[in-house]
């Protein structure tokens, strides 16, 4: 598994797969320290490309941001990774993950840089990287997903989370409970672009 947003994801992935084994590679050391205190079995790692963990039957990549990973560094390490036969899922942010936040974001002139977080590839990048990395049988598909926030504040700290200016984070919770017409609670539609392939 590459990328764990949360311990229960993990927990539901470990679940459908029984007794097989499971190994987590994570990039930010907060999340991972939290999934080996839950009993997991984790390897902290920054993308570079080509490293053998083992040949797994399954490789699933979905961090809850792109951060420092690529559709060519995910398509790579888990081709690496599977015997023949073995199958990699991607489940990344959509290349228009949500208009809602983003349109809000820029209303106020932050930079769309620091948005590349949370911009996945398009359709055809992700086929393309997955191609290059020999993979076969490739599917795309674009889900969307109703995601909660406990306030605008905690969603402008989520998605600027890369941003230094903390006055924008500020701003941006005030354009967003102005939005919403309120404070509190609210959903927003994510979407995200799951790709399926077979090596």
Known sequence: MIG????????AVARAIGDGELLILEQDVGRADALRRDGFEVILYQPQGGERFGMFDAALACPFSMGDWTANSLAEIGSSN???GGRLVLNLPAEHFCE?????????????????????????????SLQ????????TATT???TP??????????LCSACEREELR????????????????SEVVIHRLLVWSQR
């Open 132 to 139: 290059k990395a020999g993979l076969r049988n490739i599917g």
């Open 4 to 11: 764990a947003s949360t311990t229960g994801q993990a927990r």
């Open 170 to 185: 500020e701003d941006l919770a005030l354009v967003l409970a102005q939005r919403w017409k309120t404070t509190g609670k």
């Open 100 to 128: 809602e936040l983003s349109s809000a974001f820029q209303s106020l002139g932050g930079d769309p840089e620091q948005l590349q977080g949370w911009i996945g590839p398009s359709r055809s990048d992700a086929e393309e």
């Open 149 to 158: 926030f406990e306030s605008a504040e905690h969603a402008a700290r989520v």
């Open 82 to 84: 599977l015997r023949l």
């Open 144 to 146: 969307a997903h109703i």
